[in-house]
């Protein structure tokens, strides 16, 4: 018998002043928000912050769609072209209209070089849609697993979201709009566990529509809905999310037609790099041979093929064994534990990563609970190996040039980032008594 349902289910002694769970998580939802609003003045990642505020002044100047069109007359040589779906538009646009409410002149500016990069009011304006968002997500994680395993594991799986030292870094100091699709992809899991497809189909088109790496877990998520729904309950999931898709990006191409062609060529084109900083593979590889990994990911890699190229194999195979292997062992309670491992997966060994693209893992491993010790643990050691990539490729703490330590200590988090990949596929997959059959069996934590 679980020590901790059993725990809960005791009464407080009299006169006991112990809170109750939902007095429990309005304190949490205080306290967190408290922590995130103090540190919002601090101004770190300076070039994405001028990307969101110039994002919030463009679509305010020349409309949602001008947001990944260039308009020379007013970037010149600087290119403010931002490489994110339509619903973090929607988030800057609001920002960059909230603002003019008490800078009147703030649409006037003519150039993008002007705009007030060090207002206080506009950086709080930036980071609050952001802080709303993981809010939200504490509440999603308390509800789906109070449901499941009272109140107790609930608020501490809720806490160790909202007060995640990585989470907050990523938010409060770097101003990162990853909550936005790590509450969409969490609330499409738990759609998705609850069988609820057309519901499921949606919350996981905003995800996409959010940020593109919501795209690792969403194979996975098609592929167990197509497999666990009727014909009528896929046409109506697949209905719901054109219908959310049509809803989202009408604005835009009620001004530009083009707009979806544009958003596509202005995403593929950003950053194409072995390693945008991310201490994943191809990081570890790259650093050991003493190469730069942030190199373009057309270079020539193995056998004349490039590193997109091989990378893109390794993840399309490695994805299909892991599918192969679930879809085997459906009678098994369906957790959000494949979804976080196979966002892992992708951002072990996909190129273009970025420092904080695993942040979405963390919100889908507290939806388990962490009730297996496996899980606890990799929620730990991705809380701490995330938390250090930022960390050492902040220039305001580490610099512009690193030393020797620097590029040592990048190439042990990422050697940390594989272990701990390595650990998560061992407990996932149980070897096999043969030597034919990789996967066997999956792991209960016993």
């Not at 309005?26 to 922590?35: C, E, T």
């Not at 308009?71 to 960059?96: D, F, S, T």
Request: some cysteine; overall charge positive; hydrophobic content about 50%.
């Amino acid at each position: 018998m679980n020590v901790e349902k059993v725990s809960n289910r005791l009464e407080a002694p009299a006169g006991s002043t112990r809170l109750g769970p939902w007095s429990s998580l309005v304190v949490l939802l205080l306290v967190s928000l408290g922590v995130r609003l103090a540190l919002a003045p601090v101004v770190m990642n300076w070039d994405d912050r001028r990307h969101f505020i110039g994002a919030s002044h463009k679509t305010l100047r020349y409309g949602l769609a001008s947001v990944y069109e260039t308009v020379p007359e007013y970037e010149g040589k600087r290119k403010v072209r931002l490489p994110y779906p339509p619903i973090p538009v929607y988030v800057y646009a609001a920002v960059g209209r909230t603002y003019s409410f008490f800078e009147p002149g703030f649409k006037e500016i003519a150039e993008f070089t002007e705009l007030p990069f060090d207002s206080p009011a506009l950086g709080y304006l930036i980071k609050l849609p952001v802080f709303l968002f993981e809010l939200l997500l504490t509440v999603v994680i308390f509800l789906f697993v109070r449901k499941r395993e009272g109140d107790r594991r609930s608020l501490i799986c809720a806490a160790l979201y909202a007060l995640n030292p990585a989470v907050i870094y990523d938010s409060a100091l770097w101003a990162q709009p990853d909550s936005i699709h790590s509450c969409f992809l969490a609330l499409a899991a738990i759609f998705l566990i609850d069988k609820r497809p057309a519901l499921c189909l949606s919350v996981l088109t905003l995800a996409l529509l959010s940020k593109p790496q919501a795209l690792m877990a969403a194979p996975l998520i098609l592929i167990y809905l197509v497999t666990n729904s009727t014909f009528r309950e896929s046409v109506s999931a697949l209905l719901a999310s054109g219908a959310a898709a049509a809803i989202v990006f009408f604005p835009f191409l009620l001004q530009n037609p083009h707009t979806i062609t544009e958003m596509l060529q202005t995403m593929a084109n950003r950053d194409t790099y072995v390693s945008g900083n991310a201490h994943n593979f191809w990081w570890l590889v790259s650093s050991i041979a003493g190469f730069d990994p942030k190199m373009d990911d057309s270079s020539t890699a193995l056998a004349g093929l490039s590193y997109s190229a091989v990378s893109i194999v390794m993840v399309v195979t490695l994805y299909a064994l892991t599918v192969t292997f679930l879809l085997k062992k459906r009678a098994a309670p369906l957790t959000s534990e494949p979804l976080a491992y196979v966002c892992m997966l992708i951002f072990i060994f996909a190129v273009r990563m970025h420092e904080n693209h695993a942040i979405q893992i963390i919100p889908l491993l507290s939806l388990t609970g962490l009730i297996l010790p496996h899980q606890r643990a990799i929620f730990l050691g991705l809380t701490l190996t995330v938390f250090a990539n930022m960390l050492l490729h902040s220039r305001e703490i580490v610099g512009v040039d690193g030393g020797t330590l620097l590029l040592a200590a990048r190439a042990v988090n990422s050697a940390l980032n594989v272990a701990i990949f390595a650990y998560w596929s061992w407990k996932l997959f149980r070897r096999s008594e043969q030597a034919v059959v990789f996967l066997r069996a999956f792991d209960t934590g016993h």
